[in-house]
């Protein structure tokens, strides 16, 4: 060896390293979600300690996800020594009413609990973590766990419950909101897409599916962090007020944050917003 050449020490355990698992269908209808995990020895999992998981669910006005959108984002997580899944589900808008996106997300959690020893997850705690729609799916996640109205066949021995809530900018109160949209073009079809070509019922759909009607009062439920910017012209920011307001009547253990001026997706993301969030998931899935 050349003393003048500088010398650095390995990196024998792999850490801050993380590498992306695509295309994983984890249903029988074919959703697909895609992991972020921290690099393994040899490539096996099953010999290292298991890594606490977040459930992404990227906003897509229920549509289908688009599982590449947060990458950047999450994968900081991966090496940090946390797992990440983003997932698909299947889309309002092709066939699919509600509920078959939370139904796909219930499913897709059980998936992961079913192969958690193949993957390395630690899936004890799992922090849901949505945005827009995607929010209004980690909502449901979180007050509708291991309900039976909504689950598949699928992995059904495993539970759909997770621990945690982070929801950014996310419709709560849907027959509120599509008031307030009730102007854009094609509204009618929009909502049949969403809720069934029956007008008639589309005012109960939407209450089943909005979190602000989901909460019951006594009932156990995770820990709810909501954020909002106030100036969302897509969905309002007294969205994330009337959930707020529900949880907290309901006592469950809930914060909030405004980022001021903020629009849906876009400027919304600050430095500080991210650590927030950071920092938050960090503090769920400590041990």
């Not at 295309?23 to 096996?44: R, T």
């Not at 439920?221 to 909501?226: N, Q």
């Amino acid at each position: 060896m050349i003393s003048e050449i500088r010398q650095f020490p390995m990196n024998p355990a792999l850490s801050g390293q993380a590498e992306l698992l695509e295309h994983i269908v984890y249903s029988e209808n074919g959703q697909e979600l895609s992991l972020i995990l921290p690099w393994a020895k040899n490539n096996d999992r099953t010999v290292q300690p298991r890594h606490p998981l977040i459930l992404f669910v990227q906003g897509s006005s229920w549509t289908t996800p688009n599982l590449g959108y947060e990458i950047p984002m999450l994968s900081h997580y991966a090496e940090e020594g946390y797992a990440v899944a983003t997932i698909q589900h299947r889309s309002a808008r092709d066939g699919h009413p509600f509920p078959a996106f939370l139904i796909d997300a219930k499913c897709a959690i059980r998936f992961l609990r079913a192969n958690a020893r193949k993957y390395g997850l630690d899936t004890e705690h799992i922090v849901a973590f949505g945005t827009s729609s995607g929010g209004n799916t980690v909502c449901l996640l979180g007050l509708t766990g291991d309900d039976p109205e909504l689950r598949s066949d699928e992995y059904a021995e495993y539970s759909d419950a997770v621990q945690s809530v982070i929801s950014c900018f996310a419709p709560t109160d849907l027959p509120a909101l599509f008031e307030f949209l009730k102007d854009i073009p094609y509204i009618n079809e929009i909502k049949a897409g969403y809720f069934g070509p029956d007008p008639a019922l589309w005012d109960a759909v939407m209450r089943k599916y909005s979190p602000v009607y989901r909460v019951e009062d006594n009932r156990a439920y995770p820990p709810f962090l909501l954020l909002h910017g106030t100036g969302d012209t897509l969905v309002p920011c007294s969205q994330l007020d009337a959930l707020y307001i529900r949880l907290k009547t309901a006592g469950v253990e809930t914060s909030a944050c405004y980022v001021t001026g903020a629009e849906h997706e876009g400027n919304f993301w600050t430095p500080e917003i991210r650590s927030l969030i950071h920092d938050e998931i960090v503090r769920r899935l400590a041990k």
